[in-house]
């Protein structure tokens, strides 16, 4: 069997942690749902995953009514026990009994604020209702879809397929998962949106953030006979709005360490000097 993604709770715990971590790519639970009940696998399994390496996410299912104030439990319950977690990305809303899209979409806001990836879970059948509120998710947060088709533990998502705008579709409620107790809800990621295995698997955190370039680039070398400033910068390629007037000149002389630039003879010398060897930083 190869690996899997699976979503969990304590209806359907852990059993063996090594079969889980060799059988599940990543981990979803159940956290908190309403804003009272707290998931009695909870601590064990934030525990479980962080001592196995697992990445993981958690949700709350939402009930219908107030769920801004679920969301706010939420993240109240789960913030503690993930204070130090290298393997926790992201927070999850579970919404399917019904709930209003403009609250739901306030729990979803609240969650998208506190700096890790998010979810949105729904059903095929109630895309139409929340189109909206998905389309206004945050860059980092993806669509998580339920559509079960023929519902037989197999991925049957190419005669069932989720809607073009799911990047998680849940596809199975029936599987067999080892190291997983009973019917086991099965997902598929679907590489839309930047939003690979890797990006569900990854916090924040720990993502490769762009490097800042540290190569300087430069106009190109003057190689003509004038002595006008203007003209120059014409030949070497600095852009029209550069160029001109002291005014306009103001922006290249500032990236070539004349912060104070008034248009004199003796800093214009300066850049023509720099541009003549090919050193004349661009804006």
Known sequence: M?????????????TSWSKAKA?????ISKATEGTSFVDST?????????????????????????????AEFFVKTVKPLIKNSKYFVGYIVDV??????????????????????CMWYSMYTQYSKYKSVIAKRGKNTAYWEARYGANNGKDTSAKYPCHSTCELHQYTSVAKVGGLSGAI?????????????????????QEKKKPISTTTSYYKKYTGTSSKIDTIFKAVGVPEKYRGSFGKRKAVAKK???????GTAKQNLALIELAKKGKLKKV
Request: hydrophobic letters at 30%.
């Open 2 to 14: 190869s690996k899997v993604i699976a979503d969990i709770s304590h209806w359907k715990p852990v």
């Open 23 to 27: 059988n599940c790519y990543f981990l």
């Open 42 to 70: 909870l601590k064990s399994f934030v525990s479980g995953c962080e001592k196995n390496k697992i990445p993981f996410w958690l949700y709350v299912y939402l009930k219908k009514g107030n769920e801004l104030k679920q």
């Open 96 to 117: 399917e009994t019904n709930n209003t899209a403009t609250n739901a979409y306030k729990a979803l806001q609240y969650i998208e604020k506190q700096g890790y990836k």
């Open 185 to 205: 809800d099965l997902n598929k990621v679907m590489n839309r949106n930047c939003k690979d295995l890797k990006w569900f698997m990854t916090p924040l955190s």
């Open 256 to 262: 070539n360490g004349y912060s104070n630039y008034s």
